[in-house]
């Protein structure tokens, strides 16, 4: 079971991202309404060293369609390490459905508590 935590009303995990010899450790936004696997901002994806591979069109929260520049990665979580396809964006670093989907985790969010919780589906 992973934990996360709020920061102010923003629901955050801890993740382990990847690509070659760089890894970084951050904190991203639990984020439900985004179907991809994570963004990360520019600078991260320097910082990692990840290489663009595509482009896709997304649509954002306010409704736009957008050019989104892609990459490949890989994650860690609980030992257990997957590729994912990562959004190079300005903002806040996501963590959606497509994460929770690829490690197979079931998401709590309880904001009357303010807990988060990720169980691996049985």
Known sequence: MVSGVFVENIPLIRIAIGWG?????????LDTGFTGDLQVTPAMAVELGLQVTGVTR????????????????????EGATNY????????????????L???GYRATVDCKYRTVTLERAR
Not at 84 to 99: C, D, K
């Open 21 to 29: 010899r760089a890894v970084q450790t951050p904190h991203v936004v």
């Open 58 to 77: 997304a649509r954002i929260a306010n409704g736009d369609t957008v050019n989104v520049p892609t990459a490949l990665a890989y994650a860690g979580m």
């Open 84 to 99: 994912i396809q990562v959004f190079i964006s300005n903002g806040s670093p996501l963590a959606g459905i497509g994460f």
């Open 101 to 103: 989907t690829k490690f």
